[in-house]
């Protein structure tokens, strides 16, 4: 049984889902020359991120568990030539993948696992993630009003979580942007706070 509801993203992307804004998230913009070599965009949606970075040189992979979003990533790249694959792969199989990867990408996959997934997809990250490769994790703070969307996160709960194998170089506070005029959900006015993690893999 999925602990990550697989069903509800699935619901979510036949619609618009409220993170997919067409473009990356201004966090990895403002990153984007500390980004290099092999890049894994771990749960990429429908491949904004993975696609910028391929277009600018990166040889990208972006994972995702669900089907339609990657369908729709692959329609996006189409006839671009660009040096990108999209997988309909789990993240929390990481750890049985023999790819290898220089820098990782998590724009939204860390904050809705639960505490044992959690664990499970921070090891299967550190196996493939080359030793002093980075990965930069954008996330929903704790500092976020409500409970709508998914978990809060504390800066504690990422220090916990990549306590072995990775240091910590940077958290700093961010913000989401998601599409305008959302029906079903109610965020900070400027987006949902977010905590945007640079992290070494040791």
């Known amino acids: 049984m999925d602990t990550v509801p697989r069903a ?7 619609g618009q889902a409220p993170w997919d804004v067409g473009r990356p998230q201004p966090a990895f913009l403002a990153v984007a020359d ?3 070599g092999s890049v894994l965009d771990a749960g990429c949606g429908t491949g904004d991120h993975a696609i910028y970075f391929a277009r600018h040189g990166r040889r990208v992979v972006g ?3 669900v089907e339609e979003a990657i369908a729709r990533a692959t329609r ?3 006839g671009q030539n660009l040096p990108v694959t999209f997988l ?6 990481l750890n049985d993948w023999d790819e290898r990867f220089d820098t990782a990408l998590d724009s939204g996959l860390f904050h809705v696992f639960s505490d044992a997934d959690r664990q499970r997809y921070v090891e299967g990250l ?3 993630v ?4 980075s990965l930069f994790l954008l996330c929903f703070s704790d500092e976020e009003p409500g409970t709508q969307g998914p978990r809060r996160i504390t800066k504690p709960e990422l220090h916990e979580a990549f306590a072995q194998g990775w240091t910590i170089e940077a ?3 961010s913000r989401y942007e998601v599409v305008p005029n959302l029906k079903d959900f109610t965020f900070s006015e400027g987006g949902p706070k977010a905590w945007f993690a640079t992290i070494r893999r040791v």
Do not use: N
């Not at 509800?8 to 036949?14: K, Q, V």
């Open 126 to 128: 550190a196996a493939v």
């Open 88 to 93: 309909v792969k789990d993240a929390l199989t």
């Open 171 to 173: 958290i700093q506070a």
């Open 34 to 36: 500390r980004v290099a």
């Open 130 to 133: 080359k030793p002093g490769g």
């Open 8 to 14: 509800m993203f699935e619901s979510i992307y036949r």
């Open 63 to 65: 994972i995702d568990f």
């Open 76 to 78: 996006k790249a189409e």
